[in-house]
């Protein structure tokens, strides 16, 4: 006689947060690889204000009788970056494919190690550039590894609170990046720069040592077949005394959401974003990612150097309050995202925006190099960043 058959598309697993805190946790430490990009957004920022970065990698400028930066040089030390990061994003695949997740994040450490190096010791603009290129591949892989990871491995009810704690971790890698250059530009030689890169070396060291007593992801694992470590890795990443029955029912939807790929491989799977079916919703996807990052990665990058040329009283501790507002953004959506349906956080956050530019050009056309205007242009560089940070997850 048949047994009873299994239901797999119910699944009972307790929809609250404390049932899973085992999970988040290792989610919180895996986010750190998120850190190093909040870093470099409030490091570089920095540095293009810091005399002693600029005694070694820009010039004096006799009419200002500053130092200064050429514009092509800033340009290429910004985006080196992204282009590494591009590079990067595009190996991702093939590797992840083949080699997991935990050897991606570790691999990223490497690179990361090597090129941080590479920056305290030059002085020379191209081995810089060659030092940008590389860690930008390095934060393209932390990026897509950490974010994949905390994606297969948390309960599909959580997944908003983890892109949360990606969003909290990249504010608090500004904060402790603009904490920090504040409290060494002022210094006169190389160490005003090199103190805060050595910060990059905190992070992936922390992630490389914690990665050994995390599992693999239980989804990658079955689809290379190994389905025992798979279930081993699922219970490593709940809590201990989770029932039976949510446990099975959880197995078997990762079971049978691997089982077409698994079937599939090597039949081009990722052209399915492309097809039909899926065509619009990853034309949508695509534009929300690319309209974020254009509304504001000029400002979050380069924050203390635009309060700077901007005039505005002690930038640098003004760089400090202003990432501080970002992870108050972050910990808002903490709150907002299990309530608040995406669509409505996006709009929301973008008509936020869109105000704060609007009101910052007002402002300085009003009133240009005043004390007013430059209170002003704080005050909506907060709210931007608050907004931004917000609905960014």
């Known amino acids: 006689m048949a047994g009873p058959a299994v239901v797999v598309s119910a699944n009972p697993l307790q929809l609250d947060i404390r049932s899973h805190e085992k999970c988040l946790w290792i989610c919180l430490v895996v986010t750190t690889a998120t850190f190093q990009f909040g870093l470099d957004y409030a490091l570089l920022g920095g540095f293009m204000a810091m005399p002693g970065f600029l005694r070694v990698f820009g010039y004096f400028d006799a009419n200002t009788s500053k130092w200064a930066i050429d514009p092509t040089v800033q340009q290429l030390i910004s985006s080196l970056l992204t282009l590494g990061q591009l590079v990067g994003n595009l190996l991702v695949g093939p590797f992840s494919s083949r080699f997991g997740r935990r050897h991606g994040l570790w691999v990223a450490s490497c690179l990361n190690f090597i090129s941080t190096a590479i920056m305290i010791g030059t002085t020379s603009i191209k081995v810089l550039y060659f030092a940008r290129f590389l ?207 995406r669509r409505a956080m996006v709009m929301i956050g973008s008509i936020v925006v869109a105000l704060s530019h609007l009101g910052m050009a007002v402002a300085w056309t009003a009133a240009p190099g005043s004390a007013a205007a430059g209170k002003c242009t704080v005050a909506f560089i907060c709210t931007f960043i608050f907004a931004y940070v917000a609905y960014g997850m």
């Not at 197995?251 to 052209?271: A, D, P, V, Y």
């Not at 005039?311 to 903490?334: E, H, N, Q, R």
């Open 135 to 341: 860690l930008g591949v390095s934060i393209g892989w932390f990026f897509t590894f950490s974010v994949v990871y905390v994606n297969e491995v948390s309960p599909a009810h959580l997944r908003g609170i983890v892109f949360s704690l990606y969003q909290f971790q990249l504010s608090l890698g500004s904060i402790i990046g603009a904490v920090i250059d504040n409290a060494t530009h002022l210094i006169e030689g190389k160490e005003a720069y090199r103190i805060p890169l050595a910060i990059f070396f905190a992070a992936p060291t922390i992630q490389t040592i914690a990665m050994f007593f995390f599992p693999e992801s239980p989804r990658w694992l079955m689809t290379q077949g190994r389905e025992d470590e798979a279930r081993s890795a699922l219970q490593s990443l709940r809590n201990s005394n989770i029932d039976q029955k949510e446990f099975e029912a959880e197995f078997n939807e990762i079971r049978i959401s691997t089982k077409e790929q698994t079937e599939q491989n090597g039949k081009h799977l990722w052209m399915e974003i492309w097809n039909d079916r899926n065509r619009r919703r990853t034309l949508l996807s695509i534009a929300i990612i690319c309209t974020h990052s254009a509304a504001g990665n000029y400002l979050t990058i380069y924050t203390t150097y635009f309060l700077t040329v901007a005039g505005v009283d002690k930038p640098f501790a003004m760089g400090v309050m202003t990432t501080v507002i970002g992870m108050l953004g972050g910990i808002a959506s903490f709150f907002v995202v299990r309530r608040l349906d």
